[in-house]
């Protein structure tokens, strides 16, 4: 069963809206965005802090389990036009598992 990992640059809204999308396929039983294990450096205390210039789109990553190829293939393809459309990036990791 492939493991497809995203990871999403873009507003939350969007976010939700890819989610819900993968959770309308055929097939696809698990969807998780899975926590943010990355300490964020920034010092509450900088005259810079909570300024427009220092946020940027969050990142969000999300695992997918797929019963098949095909139907990862076709999570691709509708997560990339879909964040085509909403102005996000995505970026595909595949499981590591070796399918020889």
Known sequence: MPMLRIRITGEDDTVRGIMNLLQSLDGIEH???VADLMPHMDDDDSSSAGLAEERGPNMH????????????????????????????????????????
């Open 31 to 33: 969807v998780e965005e």
């Open 61 to 100: 990553e999300i695992e997918i389990d797929a019963p098949n190829e095909s139907t990862a293939r076709k999570v691709r393809e509708a997560v990339t036009e879909l964040a085509y459309q909403l102005g996000a990036i995505v970026e595909f990791e595949d499981d590591e598992e070796d399918t020889r």
